[in-house]
Structures are given as structure tokens and as C-alpha cells.
């Protein structure tokens, strides 16, 4: 079965840093979304990726999928308290969407 | 509109309870999802209905019971319950099933805790 990995698990950073999470397929990706979930609540969708070496911006978030489509990354750029929150990573599995264990990130003012 | 809407937010039961909880789209979405989430990990899928039609069920206890009524609500039935299953329960939904990569919309979630 396709096992999705993100790293860091964790991250802290200053407001107005940029930062990098990734997130890495044991199977070629055939679909690869990123959500943002604040503590209790649902997710946010991000992203989707579909082709290898795709890249989709949103305001100060960039996503990227790489050309072998087995890795993704999000990029923050000026991270600001509101980017705060979890961060998911799914993956479109025969029908079902499956999550990595998340990036949980933290914005200090 | 994005938006799926998920009733109620929170809810307290004991384990000899029947109770529901509901989920409404209006997005014409086709395919719609139960999710259930502990704390401090991602979403497990439960259930998947497409067309209205249970097409996945991963495994779940019969005390939960999916219903599709129609193309915009979703409830999940509940009963006998059992401490463990304290979670978030989050519905989702997509404009069909997948297959070719169509993003899922969340609802915020009903945080339920069994007593």
C-alpha cells in the first residue's frame, strides 16, 4: 500500500522566515494535494499537483511536485502568524485519499 | 460555494446512546466522505459514497452506520459506542470519485466524546 512520509514533523520559525515541508511517496504519485488544518478543526484545501515537475503558487505558498512524481514540497515565503496550523499531504490512492502524519508549524511573532 | 456544512459541532454521549450526525454540501458534488481523526493524527478514511451509493467501506464497526438521502446530505448513525471512539469526525466531499485527482472540501468537523 502507498505510505506518504512529510518532513519535518515539526517546525518553528520567526515571522518573515521562509520554510520548506516535503513529503515523499513510497509509489509514484498519481494525484498529490496539500491541506492546512488549524487544531480541532477541518482542512483547508492548498494545492494539487498532478504532473511531474508541476508548480502552483497561492499567495505566498508554492507547491511543487517533482519529476519522478514520488516527491512534493510546499514553500512559504515571509511566513506570517497566520500560516500557523498543520499541514497535510495527501495522495490519491485507487479511490482513496490517504494523508502523511503531517507537519505541525509554528510562527513566532 | 465551498463550503460543506457539519451539525452538530460538538457532542457528548454515553455508550447506550443512539445519536447522528449530519453533513450537507451544495456544491453538486457526487461523491461524499466520513473521515475519522484522533488527536494528533491525519484523517482515516471510513466511508465513501458515490452517486449516493455506499462504494467503500473501510472496515467500520457496524455500530456506525453511513446514509446517503440524497446528493447533498450525508449523516453517519451512531450507536453503542465505545470510549475509543472519541474523535473528530469530518465529512468530506468531491465532485465525483476519485480516480483522476479531484480535491476533496472538508467540513469543520464534529468533535464527538464518548462517556
Known amino acids: 500500500s502507498q505510505e506518504l512520509e512529510q518532513s519535518p514533523q515539526s517546525l518553528i520559525v520567526q515571522e518573515g522566515k521562509n520554510l520548506t515541508i516535503n513529503c515523499t511517496s513510497s509509489?509514484?504519485?498519481?494525484?498529490l494535494y496539500w491541506y492546512k488544518q488549524k487544531y480541532g478543526e477541518g482542512l483547508i484545501f492548498l494545492m494539487m499537483?498532478?504532473?511531474?515537475?508541476e508548480e502552483k503558487s497561492h499567495e505566498k505558498i508554492t507547491a511543487k511536485l517533482d519529476e519522478k512524481k514520488q516527491q512534493s514540497s510546499l514553500h512559504i515565503t515571509a511566513s506570517q502568524p497566520s500560516h500557523a496550523g498543520i499541514y497535510l499531504c495527501g495522495a490519491d490512492n485507487t479511490g482513496k485519499l490517504i494523508f502523511g502524519q503531517g507537519t505541525t508549524l509554528q510562527v513566532k511573532p | 460555494d465551498t463550503e460543506v456544512t457539519q451539525t452538530p459541532k460538538h457532542l457528548v454521549m454515553g455508550m447506550t446512546n443512539k445519536k447522528s450526525l449530519k453533513c450537507e454540501q451544495h456544491m453538486g458534488h457526487r461523491a461524499m466522505y466520513w473521515y475519522k481523526q484522533k488527536a494528533k493524527k491525519p484523517p482515516e478514511l471510513m466511508f465513501v459514497y458515490s452517486y449516493e451509493k455506499l462504494s467503500i467501506n473501510e472496515s467500520v464497526p457496524s455500530r456506525f452506520s453511513p446514509e446517503c438521502p440524497n446528493s447533498s446530505l450525508l449523516n453517519l448513525h451512531l450507536h453503542a459506542l465505545q470510549p475509543e471512539d472519541s474523535a473528530l469526525y469530518l465529512c468530506?466531499?468531491?465532485?465525483?470519485?476519485?480516480?483522476?485527482?479531484?480535491?476533496?472540501?472538508f467540513g469543520p468537523g464534529t468533535r464527538l466524546t464518548v462517556t
Open positions: 499537483l498532478q504532473k511531474g515537475g
Open positions: 468530506a466531499s468531491s465532485h465525483r470519485l476519485t480516480g483522476t485527482a479531484y480535491e476533496q472540501y
Open positions: 509509489k509514484t504519485l498519481y494525484g
